[in-house]
């Protein structure tokens, strides 16, 4: 990173580097918490997934209308865009994995004992708004989980290996999917669809254990750190107190530039991650839903690595770190752009499945650009801004699912989230950081 890219935050001083030296992970414990927390997000993705992969199947058996498929995809951005600002500003305070490992145990309760719940009641409305209620709290929990995460890497990461660790966790959502969309598919098939709910609370659960070891050893270390000195104890209560700068946020274009263009990769992701095993369901019945469920999210973890190799190549030639997010999102949204235009006219399978493809690996490009610009801007309230960024990048979610509740044919579906694309998606003009 350059020396004059972002500005030093306010209020630095030699103690406040000590103490801040003191809470940087060790290389043990980063390659701990790397693996940790990529888990936990390919667990959480996993669980997520599963609902839109299942619901061709637990429609046919509930007898439901599109209309009560697609309230049941969409209830759970309800609850997800909830919890946004408040896990991030609860993780800033008081620790991310203290939030992450509250969530944790409910989305993999809630995973687990999902089939009952469906099960329930006999009266379809009944069960359906149920089922609704149930699923806005389990995006009420796995709410939390990226803006914790987040903070937690901001706190103890040095400032040049935040965005190459973050943009590597990330890539856990495409493993999550990935798994739900081969091994669930298998046991959809064999097995039936409650099983994979079965599967993935119990390997939730498993993760939520390991998170708890975890962050019980985080707390005995931030314990018997020796190397601040006691009278710097009050001055870091004091620091932990400031409040976030939502004013001077506001005031920024650069901001709502992130704010915005996350919004607008949201729109595309949300809409194939929900929706892609019924667009291929619906349009080409005899493709093999491991194929279809595994392909084009395969491609998304190799994108994220080589987006992070182009990251770190456009700053080592001299690009401004921003300059850098510039181009890693244009490429991102660009892509996810030509995929929606194409599959929206095309009608061959194997052409539709490599549109889905681009636009769903482009994703990984998305990795190392906006998503990691909270951790540039205001790396003491990370969480918070995450949040926030997080919670309008969630409203497309819901959109989308209306939009698809209400047309038939998957070209009105697939052609509004492109218009997004027309504005100019990341027109930062400054490099600053909030403090």
């Known amino acids: 990173m350059e020396k004059g890219d972002i500005k030093c935050p306010l209020m630095s001083s030699k103690h406040e580097d000590k103490v801040e030296d003191c809470n940087l992970w060790t290389r043990t414990e980063k390659r701990k918490w790397l693996c940790t927390l990529f888990i936990g997000t390919s667990a959480l993705y996993a669980s997520r997934t599963s609902v839109p992969l299942l619901v061709p199947a637990i429609a046919l058996e509930r007898n439901w209308s599109k209309t009560d498929s697609g309230t049941v995809l969409s209830s759970f951005f309800w609850g997800y865009t909830l919890t946004q600002v408040l896990g991030g500003y609860l993780s800033d305070r ?206 998304c973890i190799p994108s994220t690595f080589l987006g992070k190799w182009l990251s770190e190549k456009l700053i080592t030639q001299g690009h401004s770190v921003t300059d850098t997010r510039k181009i890693i999102e244009v490429i991102c949204l660009g892509s996810q752009a030509l995929g929606l235009v194409l599959i929206a006219q095309i009608t061959d399978y194997y052409w539709a499945l490599l549109c889905m493809t681009v636009a769903i690996a482009a994703t990984g490009f998305h990795n190392n650009a906006i998503i990691v610009n909270p951790q540039d801007l205001a790396p003491k309230h990370c969480g918070s801004v995450f949040g926030l960024m997080n919670t309008v990048g969630a409203v497309p979610g819901k959109m989308i699912q209306l939009l698809c509740n209400k047309h038939l044919f998957w070209n009105s579906v697939f052609l509004p989230p492109n218009l997004a694309f027309n504005d100019r998606p990341f027109i930062m003009k400054h490099d600053i950081q909030i403090t």
């Open 94 to 299: 008081i620790g991310g994995h203290k939030v992450m490992l509250t969530a944790a145990v409910g989305w993999s309760l809630f995973t687990f004992w999902m089939p009952h719940v469906i099960r329930l009641f006999s009266a379809q409305e009944t069960s359906v708004n149920f089922i609704v209620t149930m699923r806005i709290l389990h995006g009420a929990f796995q709410g939390v989980h990226f803006p914790s995460m987040s903070s937690l890497t901001s706190q103890h990461l040095a400032e040049k290996e935040r965005a190459s660790f973050f943009s590597i966790l990330t890539s856990g959502s495409a493993v999550g999917t990935l798994f739900t969309g081969t091994f669930g598919s298998y046991l959809l098939d064999y097995h039936g669809w409650p099983t994979v709910f079965y599967v993935i609370g119990f390997l939730g659960v498993v993760w939520t254990l390991v998170l708890r070891n975890n962050a019980l050893a985080l707390e005995r270390r931030k314990a018997v750190i020796t190397c601040v000195p006691p009278k710097l104890h009050s001055s870091l209560h004091l620091k932990d107190k400031i409040p976030v700068p939502w004013i001077k946020l506001f005031e920024r274009l650069e901001f709502w530039s992130c704010v915005i263009g996350h919004a607008c990769q949201n729109n595309c992701f949300f809409l194939l991650l929900s929706w892609l095993p019924t667009y291929f369901h619906d349009t080409f019945p005899d493709a093999k839903g491991w194929v279809v469920n595994m392909v084009p999210w395969l491609f």
